[in-house]
């Protein structure tokens, strides 16, 4: 019988194929749950003003299309959900929710042009390697009714900031083993490619791309209550990795296997029991509606 020894790593496939579990799903909550705590909405201040204001616009019972496009586990939308409940707008999912694949690099099909009153994008930057930002806003404009609004959410990917807390640097803890692993997957990135640059202008390349009118962006500091939460998330990750790395036996002069790397992630792990804390310390937002 085959066996499957290593796995070639895809962030584009990642989250559909190999990583799809509960452990997968319970980091991408946790996520889920720290953007929540970090921003203070589901929906940005102007995107929920449109809601309002175009509630009677809407034909009969005001129903609204939203779509979270790589949505994960769709824990956005279940939020979204219970606010739209909640909040003083009659505005409601139409249908509730419903969750499809598709590729957003292509093209739409004709079926859901037009369609989306809202469409909501986060954590993207890994899938946006060689292509820039262009086909997924391209896929994003020709889905939105024109007034529509995307509101797109960012962690400045590039930016993993390694410390210790002060308790920590007190003791002279070292942060050695995390800061090499942050070093390979820069390395790693940048190899493939990756460029994150356009995090820190979301709202110009919305602007630049055209189409779309009053660009707003915000940037959020996270919360330092939350560092130890985001560290827990990032080692998820990192933990993830090892399956994508061949063993000694299966590249037995490969610079880095599988057991040197997980002897370095479990040294990191320790650093991080010891008070380091692993993060990117921003989220941008940047909204945007679509011209008519
Ligand atoms: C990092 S996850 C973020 C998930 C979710 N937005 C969240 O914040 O929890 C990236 C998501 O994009 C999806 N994805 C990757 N490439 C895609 C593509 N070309 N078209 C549509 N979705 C894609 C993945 O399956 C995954 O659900």
Request: charged share 25%.
């Amino acid at each position: 019988m085959a066996e499957i020894t290593h796995i070639d790593y895809d962030p584009a496939t990642y989250w559909t194929t190999s990583a799809k579990n509960f452990r997968s799903s319970a980091r991408l909550h946790l996520q889920h749950f720290l953007f929540q705590r970090t921003l203070g909405y589901v929906l940005e201040s102007h995107v929920l003003a449109f809601i309002s204001s175009s509630d009677n616009g809407r034909s009969g019972r005001s129903s609204l299309r939203v779509a979270d496009i790589g949505c994960g586990n769709g824990a956005w939308l279940c939020d979204l959900n219970d606010e739209l409940l909640k909040a003083s707008t009659s505005a409601q999912l139409d249908g509730a929710i419903s969750l499809e694949e598709l590729d957003v690099m292509k093209p739409p099909s004709d079926d859901l042009l037009e369609v989306y009153d809202i469409v909501h994008i986060r954590a993207f930057s890994s899938i946006l390697v060689d292509t820039g930002v262009g086909p997924l806003l391209s896929f994003v404009h020709a889905i939105l009714k024109s007034g529509g609004y995307v509101q797109w959410e960012e962690v400045q990917g590039d930016k993993l900031v390694i410390e210790a807390a002060e308790s920590a640097s007190a003791n002279n803890v070292s942060t050695k083993a995390c800061d090499t692993i942050s070093q390979m997957l820069e390395a790693a990135g940048k190899a493939r490619g990756s460029n994150f640059g356009f995090i820190d202008r979301l709202d110009h390349e919305i602007q630049g791309f055209g189409g779309f009118e009053d660009v707003h962006k915000q940037v959020f500091e996270k919360r330092k209550q939350d560092y130890k939460a985001w560290t827990e998330d990032m080692l998820m990750v990192w933990g993830d990795l090892a399956i994508h790395i061949p063993t000694k036996a299966d590249e037995p002069t490969a610079k880095l296997t599988r057991e040197s790397f997980l002897d370095l992630f479990r040294r990191a792990v320790d650093e991080t029991e010891y008070g380091v804390a692993i993060h990117q310390r921003m989220i941008m937002v940047a909204v945007g509606r679509k011209g008519a």
